[in-house]
Protein backbone atom coordinates (compact mmCIF):
# COMPACT_ATOMS: atom_id res chain seq x y z
CA UNK A 1 0.00 0.00 0.00
CA UNK A 2 1.02 3.80 -0.54
CA UNK A 3 0.40 6.51 2.07
CA UNK A 4 0.42 9.65 1.37
CA UNK A 5 1.06 12.03 4.33
CA UNK A 6 -0.77 15.23 3.81
CA UNK A 7 -0.71 17.89 6.57
CA UNK A 8 -3.86 20.54 5.98
CA UNK A 9 -2.89 23.81 4.77
CA UNK A 10 -2.29 26.95 6.12
CA UNK A 11 -5.53 27.91 8.12
CA UNK A 12 -4.43 30.98 10.26
CA UNK A 13 -3.71 31.61 14.11
CA UNK A 14 -4.76 28.60 16.33
CA UNK A 15 -7.85 29.53 18.28
CA UNK A 16 -8.36 28.64 22.49
CA UNK A 17 -12.05 27.79 22.45
CA UNK A 18 -11.52 24.02 20.69
CA UNK A 19 -15.13 23.51 19.09
CA UNK A 20 -14.62 26.83 17.48
CA UNK A 21 -11.25 25.39 16.30
CA UNK A 22 -12.41 22.66 15.13
CA UNK A 23 -14.53 24.89 12.55
CA UNK A 24 -11.28 26.85 11.74
CA UNK A 25 -11.45 26.92 7.73
CA UNK A 26 -8.35 27.82 5.80
CA UNK A 27 -6.93 30.89 4.74
CA UNK A 28 -6.49 32.61 1.59
CA UNK A 29 -2.49 31.46 1.37
CA UNK A 30 -3.76 27.65 2.83
CA UNK A 31 -6.10 27.74 -0.59
CA UNK A 32 -3.54 28.84 -2.36
CA UNK A 33 -1.14 26.15 -1.28
CA UNK A 34 -3.81 23.44 -2.00
CA UNK A 35 -3.97 24.29 -5.66
CA UNK A 36 -0.20 23.97 -6.45
CA UNK A 37 0.27 21.09 -3.96
CA UNK A 38 -2.78 19.33 -6.01
CA UNK A 39 -1.19 20.37 -9.45
CA UNK A 40 2.29 19.47 -8.54
CA UNK A 41 1.25 16.05 -7.14
CA UNK A 42 -0.60 15.84 -10.67
CA UNK A 43 2.05 16.60 -12.54
CA UNK A 44 3.81 13.90 -10.31
CA UNK A 45 1.03 11.56 -11.46
CA UNK A 46 0.15 10.52 -8.15
CA UNK A 47 -2.86 8.64 -7.74
CA UNK A 48 -4.87 7.91 -5.26
CA UNK A 49 -7.96 5.45 -4.67
CA UNK A 50 -9.26 6.96 -1.57
CA UNK A 51 -8.51 10.21 0.26
CA UNK A 52 -9.55 9.96 4.15
CA UNK A 53 -9.56 13.21 6.21
CA UNK A 54 -9.45 14.11 10.07
CA UNK A 55 -13.31 15.69 10.35
CA UNK A 56 -11.74 19.25 11.36
CA UNK A 57 -13.02 21.64 8.77
CA UNK A 58 -9.03 22.92 7.71
CA UNK A 59 -8.30 19.16 6.99
CA UNK A 60 -11.46 18.63 4.77
CA UNK A 61 -10.91 21.09 3.06
CA UNK A 62 -7.31 20.54 2.24
CA UNK A 63 -8.11 17.24 0.94
CA UNK A 64 -11.19 18.38 -1.38
CA UNK A 65 -9.35 20.96 -2.76
CA UNK A 66 -5.84 18.72 -3.50
CA UNK A 67 -8.31 15.83 -4.61
CA UNK A 68 -10.08 18.24 -7.21
CA UNK A 69 -6.50 19.31 -8.38
CA UNK A 70 -5.92 14.86 -9.03
CA UNK A 71 -9.08 14.71 -10.45
CA UNK A 72 -10.39 12.51 -7.51
CA UNK A 73 -13.94 11.59 -7.94
CA UNK A 74 -14.88 8.99 -4.82
CA UNK A 75 -16.01 10.31 -1.95
CA UNK A 76 -13.90 11.91 0.97
CA UNK A 77 -14.00 9.76 3.81
CA UNK A 78 -13.74 11.78 7.21
CA UNK A 79 -12.14 9.51 9.94
CA UNK A 80 -11.85 10.74 14.08
CA UNK A 81 -8.06 8.69 13.59
CA UNK A 82 -6.75 11.64 12.09
CA UNK A 83 -7.85 14.23 14.38
CA UNK A 84 -5.18 15.80 16.26
CA UNK A 85 -5.75 14.09 19.28
CA UNK A 86 -5.93 10.82 17.86
CA UNK A 87 -2.88 7.57 19.05
CA UNK A 88 -0.85 5.87 16.27
CA UNK A 89 -2.94 2.72 17.47
CA UNK A 90 -6.19 4.51 16.39
CA UNK A 91 -3.88 5.56 12.83
CA UNK A 92 -3.26 1.77 12.17
CA UNK A 93 -6.70 0.63 12.94
CA UNK A 94 -7.34 3.12 10.33
CA UNK A 95 -4.55 1.59 7.87
CA UNK A 96 -6.42 -1.74 8.32
CA UNK A 97 -9.50 -0.50 7.65
CA UNK A 98 -8.90 1.01 4.41
CA UNK A 99 -6.39 -1.82 3.70
CA UNK A 100 -7.66 -3.17 0.70
CA UNK A 101 -6.99 -0.24 -1.21
CA UNK A 102 -2.99 0.14 -3.36
CA UNK A 103 -3.23 4.11 -2.89
CA UNK A 104 -4.41 6.31 -0.16
CA UNK A 105 -4.16 9.83 0.98
CA UNK A 106 -4.30 10.54 5.12
CA UNK A 107 -5.17 14.51 5.96
CA UNK A 108 -4.71 15.70 8.86
CA UNK A 109 -2.83 17.55 11.84
CA UNK A 110 0.51 18.04 13.68
CA UNK A 111 2.14 16.82 15.95
CA UNK A 112 0.52 13.31 15.17
CA UNK A 113 0.67 13.30 11.56
CA UNK A 114 4.35 13.42 11.97
CA UNK A 115 4.11 11.19 14.95
CA UNK A 116 2.33 8.68 12.13
CA UNK A 117 4.51 9.18 9.66
CA UNK A 118 7.88 8.80 11.45
CA UNK A 119 6.66 5.59 13.79
CA UNK A 120 5.54 4.56 10.20
CA UNK A 121 8.80 3.80 8.30
CA UNK A 122 11.15 3.06 11.74
CA UNK A 123 11.87 0.08 14.13
CA UNK A 124 9.24 -0.75 17.16
CA UNK A 125 12.41 0.04 19.52
CA UNK A 126 12.95 4.03 17.64
CA UNK A 127 10.84 6.91 16.50
CA UNK A 128 12.23 8.58 12.96
CA UNK A 129 11.68 12.33 13.28
CA UNK A 130 9.78 13.82 10.89
CA UNK A 131 8.75 17.29 10.95
CA UNK A 132 5.29 17.45 8.09
CA UNK A 133 4.78 21.70 7.46
CA UNK A 134 1.43 22.82 6.94
CA UNK A 135 0.51 21.76 3.14
CA UNK A 136 3.71 19.30 2.77
CA UNK A 137 3.15 15.44 2.26
CA UNK A 138 5.17 12.51 2.41
CA UNK A 139 4.76 9.56 0.42
CA UNK A 140 5.58 5.86 1.97
CA UNK A 141 5.17 2.39 0.53
CA UNK A 142 3.82 0.29 3.48
CA UNK A 143 4.67 -3.55 3.32
CA UNK A 144 3.61 -6.21 5.42
CA UNK A 145 6.47 -5.64 8.44
CA UNK A 146 8.28 -2.70 6.80
CA UNK A 147 8.14 0.99 5.18
CA UNK A 148 10.38 3.00 3.11
CA UNK A 149 9.66 6.74 2.84
CA UNK A 150 9.94 7.38 -1.32
CA UNK A 151 10.08 11.33 -1.24
CA UNK A 152 8.74 13.94 1.35
CA UNK A 153 7.90 17.93 -0.53
CA UNK A 154 7.68 20.93 1.06
CA UNK A 155 4.68 23.57 -0.17
CA UNK A 156 8.10 25.52 -1.08
CA UNK A 157 9.47 22.80 -3.38
CA UNK A 158 5.92 21.90 -4.70
CA UNK A 159 5.40 25.20 -5.90
CA UNK A 160 8.71 24.92 -7.66
CA UNK A 161 8.31 21.78 -9.24
CA UNK A 162 4.47 23.10 -10.36
CA UNK A 163 5.93 26.37 -11.49
CA UNK A 164 8.95 24.79 -13.73
CA UNK A 165 6.51 21.88 -14.66
CA UNK A 166 4.10 24.83 -16.04
CA UNK A 167 7.21 26.57 -17.78
CA UNK A 168 8.73 23.74 -19.17
CA UNK A 169 4.75 23.08 -21.27
CA UNK A 170 4.67 26.26 -22.40
CA UNK A 171 5.65 26.48 -26.49
CA UNK A 172 9.54 28.12 -27.30
CA UNK A 173 9.29 31.04 -29.02
CA UNK A 174 12.03 31.71 -31.42
CA UNK A 175 14.13 34.91 -32.10
CA UNK A 176 15.65 35.25 -35.34
Known amino acids: MIIHF ?12 PKKDEKRALDKPGIEQCGYVGRALNALDVHVDVIISSPLKRAAQTASLVGNELSYEGKLFLEDALRPSASFADFRQLLNKYGKYDSIMCVGHNPNLSEFLGRSISDADC ?21 VLQWIL ?23
Open 6 to 17: LRHASAGEHLAN
Open 127 to 147: EASVDLKKGAVARVEMGRNSA
Open 154 to 176: TPKILRELYAAAAESSRPKTSRK
